[in-house]
Nanobody, 115 residues
Framework: QVQLVEFGGGLVQPGGSRRLSCSASATISSLNAMGWYRQAPGTQRELVAVFRSGVGTVYADSVKGRFTLSRDNVRNIVFLQMNTLKPEDTAVYYC?????????WGQGIQVTVSS
């Protein structure tokens, strides 16, 4: 079982930046995939960015060029650097890990982009 804990959410002004962190209880380099999803009120949860073993990093079109997914394989942390934030990026952000056909989710963390 993989436990995930997210950090770094909060209120950000439009055009600003924020970095989210996801700490995993497992060795992330051995996972099939690990990344970030988000869910805004009244919408379905959607992919933001994910690193898949053998594939690489995949980004949603809406965040390409603004968000960057990175990993610290020593500390088992995945980061989501978010730049040029927009009000439509407001959502609860979830960290997700995939291992041996099972999905593991963090508790979610709120990011609000507003002036």
């Amino acid at each position: 079982q993989v436990q995930l804990v997210e950090f770094g959410g909060g209120l950000v002004q439009p055009g600003g930046s924020r970095r989210l962190s996801c700490s995993a209880s497992a060795t992330i380099s051995s996972l099939n995939a690990m990344g970030w999803y988000r869910q805004a009120p009244g919408t379905q949860r959607e992919l933001v960015a994910v690193f898949r073993s053998g594939v690489g990093t995949v980004y949603a079109d809406s965040v390409k060029g603004r968000f960057t997914l990175s990993r610290d394989n020593v500390r088992n942390i995945v980061f989501l650097q978010m730049n040029t934030l927009k009000p439509e990026d407001t959502a609860v952000y979830y960290c997700k890990a995939e291992e041996r056909g099972l999905d593991y989710w963090g508790q979610g963390i709120q990011v609000t982009v507003s002036s």
